[in-house]
């Protein structure tokens, strides 16, 4: 199993996931061109893609998924109190190419498992994915306001995570934004910040060298190194060695990360 993590950060999100018999987009919130673009970078054809998964409504996760379900005649994945928000939101989609993934289902796509599972947003019906093959194990999981046991259960033993890490408390509180906005942000349907995140790991993470790809951060209320650095710093006061227990990946709002296997 292969993966990039395309875009991530607050003004959009797209993550490639692919085996030798398929691959897919999760989110494309970008526009069309930067994903046939992030793609090309990694080595991809975009007429290759297989479908689409949507995790929900919001345009920082959606904006490319019209063109790009038109383009390459793609089917579209969602549940659906998603596809009702969709709707009026990615233009004309075929019917053939509408697929419902209910929250906490389970699918095959050729020689991939993919499992749905539902996260606290301020969405419709926002959910994460975890997806397998062999003995591989991906999870994704970003737009969270607060991390479960339900969901710690779900993600856990992964080989490698895509995980939110949004924003640093204190310049979120210091930040130009209204109070409303940033109490939305704080909220339990908001977003997680970098001690959200790194305490959520602990619960997950087994120490056997997992990757952990640091995601959707703000570009207004957050910085790479500060987040790297705070969820470092609460995993080794739990006794995890960052680099050889567990390694830190950066993920970035402009071009994909490294084309991964796993």
């Given at each position: 199993?292969?993966?990039?993590?395309?875009?991530?950060?607050?003004?959009?999100?797209?993550?490639?996931?692919?085996?030798?018999?398929?691959?897919?987009?999760?989110?494309?919130?970008?526009?069309?061109?930067?994903?046939e673009a992030a793609l090309q970078t990694i080595g991809?054809?975009?007429?290759?893609?297989?479908?689409?998964l949507v995790t929900h409504e919001h345009v920082d996760h959606i904006k490319g998924v019209g063109v790009m379900a038109r383009r390459y005649d793609l089917p579209i994945y969602a549940n659906e109190k998603t596809w009702a928000e969709l709707n009026g939101q990615i233009g004309t989609i075929k019917e053939d190419q509408k697929r419902l993934f209910a929250v906490g289902e389970k699918q095959e796509l050729e020689d991939l498992g993919i499992e749905s599972f539902g996260i606290s947003h301020d969405a419709a019906e926002p959910m994460g994915f975890c997806f397998y093959h062999g003995k591989k194990k991906l999870s994704v999981a970003?737009?969270?306001?607060y991390v479960s046991d339900r969901i710690k259960e779900t993600i856990r033993g992964a080989d490698a995570?895509?995980?939110?890490?949004?924003?640093?408390?204190?310049?979120?509180?210091?930040?130009?934004?209204?109070?409303s906005i940033k109490r939305r942000i704080l909220s339990d349907v908001g977003h997680l910040s970098n001690e959200a995140a790194g305490d959520a790991l602990i619960d997950c993470l087994t120490g056997g060298a997992e990757r952990v790809y640091?995601?959707?951060?703000?570009k207004e209320n957050n910085i790479i190194d500060l987040a790297r650095l705070t969820v470092k710093n609460i995993l080794e006061e739990k006794g995890l060695a960052v680099g050889n227990d567990v390694h830190l990946r950066d993920t970035y709002?402009?071009?994909?990360?490294?084309l991964e296997e796993l």
């Open positions: 199993m292969r993966f990039s993590v395309l875009a991530s950060g607050s003004t959009g999100n797209a993550i490639y996931v692919a085996t030798d018999r398929v691959s897919v987009l999760i989110d494309v919130g970008i526009t069309g061109k930067q994903a991809v054809n975009p007429a290759d893609l297989s479908a689409i970003t737009d969270l306001g995570y895509v995980f939110e890490s949004n924003h640093d408390v204190e310049l979120l509180r210091m930040s130009q934004y209204p109070w640091l995601a959707h951060l703000s709002p402009d071009r994909p990360t490294k």
